[in-house]
Nanobody, 125 residues
Framework: QIQLVESGGGLVQVGESLRLSCATS????????MAWFRQAPGQDRTFVALITGRSNFSEITDSVKGRFTISRDNARHTAYLQMNNLNPDDTAVYYC??????????????????WGHGTQVTVSS
């Protein structure tokens, strides 16, 4: 059974940091592109970052570039999202997702076939 489990969310103050983790099981982790999406209240789910399986090529959406970093540990079957200098606009539920197309750089949620249940990140001013 394939599972993606996010952790690391919480309530922080402006300027603080969080590190989200996405622990996976049941999939050939190294073949999947892993990504983070987020959904703020009343808004659509949007792309945040992705990292490919073989080359560790990564992409970050412009609104968080320079503050967020995506990484992965293939030996631990886990992906990470390091979030620094958080601001209230970053408040959302953050979802981990897996794309089975090898080395895909798709930012479309439709291409991600496996999803976690999300972890809440709240940034208080």
């Amino acid at each position: 059974q394939i599972q993606l489990v996010e952790s690391g969310g919480g309530l922080v103050q402006v300027g603080e940091s969080l590190r989200l983790s996405c622990a996976t099981s049941g999939l050939v982790f190294g073949f999947y592109t892993m990504a983070w999406f987020r959904q703020a209240p009343g808004q659509d789910r949007t792309f945040v970052a992705l990292i490919t399986g073989r080359s560790n090529f990564s992409e970050i959406t412009d609104s968080v570039k320079g503050r967020f970093t995506i990484s992965r540990d293939n030996a631990r079957h886990t992906a990470y999202l390091q979030m620094n200098n958080l601001n209230p606009d970053d408040t959302a539920v953050y979802y981990c997702a897996a794309n089975p197309k090898l080395d895909s750089t798709s930012r479309s949620s439709h291409d991600y076939t496996r999803w976690g249940h999300g972890t809440q990140v709240t940034v208080s001013s």
